[in-house]
């Protein structure tokens, strides 16, 4: 649940009515005792007053009180947003994220970001008037860029909830999806880092083995190496990869299996993708791999086998490391903007296509699509520009042809 700034809090003297805010609203909000009537959970009820202004927040929150009060139990609302409308979509959700990996932790995290900001906005509202779902919906957005957030994080709220009233809609619970003001969200340009630059963070990272002998520098070094040789989604989908997910594949060319391939399931876009790595990677870095876990099974992990933590605790760990020695490197920073470990997907993009490599082969590579690939990978830098220009005019000539 999100936090009460305890500054802020008033307590009325005769009556069991509090007055606050939450960390993350500007707007003042009341909580009251309720004892144990529909609607209230451990006896507390909170009710957003839709004020910034202390004196009216205080009087608001006595009127609301008083109308509770004189209200009969038997009269009191039988609807309630968060029984009717929240629980049954994140029910649905979990289960969707379930059925598509048994293993996703998405639907959850949606719901606790739900939970943790979005939910108290919704408390007590009467969801069959349209207008007040409208004025939750606004309220929403009014903090967040009082909060500074962007129209690129608000859409992601915004999406989620677009859903969840689909569902309402589509179950009957209510008739008309509700108005979500326009954004204007804009692709953020996630400059790449070139070859020579992670060789630099490689480098470092060996100093930090040397030092420390600390055998999560070989692995994490083993990850790098890995992205920016395949078309990965740097995160976990990396390192939830197995021994028996990886194997050799004849090349036609050579009537050699030279090819490594490794199939990837229940990923973003589809459940199952094959991807194979750059020759240099599977004659080099893939047998140093294996070598350094010899009593590895087929069903151990390929990177960080033996590891007690989870997945996405390593993952964690990779992603701070790796941030902290870009930044020791003077790497993390460019052209106003940062480039963690997801930005090694934009440099594989780069890569391959400077190499001339089918539009359409990096796409399936990378699991994606060519439209996606040209708007959020293949930015308009320097490197790019020059590479194109190199591509058109391949002989200068003195005249326009």
């Known amino acids: 649940m999100p936090k009460i700034n305890k500054k802020t809090i008033f307590r009325f003297d005769r009556i069991p009515v509090s007055v606050f805010q939450f960390e993350n609203s500007r707007n003042y909000f009341c909580r009251y005792y309720t004892g144990r009537r529909k609607g209230a959970s451990g006896g507390n009820k909170d009710k957003t007053l839709k004020t910034q202004n202390i004196k009216e927040a205080k009087v608001l929150a006595k009127q ?5 009060i004189n209200t009969p139990i038997e009269k009191e609302l039988e609807i309630s947003f968060d029984l009717d409308i929240a629980q049954p979509f994140f029910r649905h959700r979990i289960k969707h994220y379930k059925n598509k990996n048994p293993n996703s932790t998405q639907g959850f995290r949606e719901k606790s970001e739900y939970d943790n900001y979005s939910k108290k906005f919704f408390d007590d509202i009467d969801y069959r008037n349209i207008e007040e779902l409208d004025d939750s919906i606004n309220e929403i957005m009014q903090n967040l860029k009082e909060d500074k957030k962007t ?8 999406n989620v909830l677009r859903l969840m009233f689909r569902k309402a809609i589509d179950s009957r619970v209510i008739n008309a999806m509700p108005y979500f003001p326009p954004l204007t969200v804009v692709n953020r340009e996630r400059p790449s880092y070139q070859n020579f630059e992670l060789n630099l963070i490689n480098r470092r990272i060996d100093e930090e083995y040397r030092k420390t002998e600390d055998k ?30 990886c194997s050799f594949v004849l090349n036609r060319e050579t009537k050699v299996k030279d090819i490594l391939a490794i199939t990837l399931f229940n990923t973003k876009t589809k459940p199952k993708h094959r991807l194979f790595c750059h020759p240099f990677f599977t004659s080099n870095i893939y047998p140093e791999i294996l070598s350094r876990s010899p009593q590895s099974t087929q069903e151990d992990y390929l990177l ?5 933590e989870n997945r996405r605790q390593i993952y964690a760990k990779v992603s701070k490391t790796f941030t902290r020695l870009s930044k020791e490197l003077n790497l993390y920073y460019r ?33 994606t699509s060519e439209k996606m690939l040209h708007s959020n990978y293949l930015d308009d830098d320097d490197i790019m520009f020059s590479e194109e220009y190199n591509k058109m005019y391949k002989k200068k000539t003195s005249e326009i042809d």
Do not use: C, W
């Open 304 to 308: 960080f086998p033996h590891q007690d």
């Open 151 to 158: 129209d690129n994080t608000i859409s992601k709220k915004f």
């Open 64 to 68: 609301i009180y008083e109308t509770f």
């Open 335 to 367: 052209n106003g903007s940062t480039r963690p470990l997801y930005a090694i997907r934009h440099t594989f993009a780069k890569n391959n296509y400077i190499a001339n490599a089918p539009l359409s082969v990096i796409a399936k590579q990378m699991n």
């Open 216 to 245: 999560f520098y070989l692995h994490l070094k083993d990850y790098i190496n890995l992205i920016r040789s395949a078309g990965f989604r740097p995160g976990i989908e990396p390192l939830k990869v197995k021994n028996f997910q």
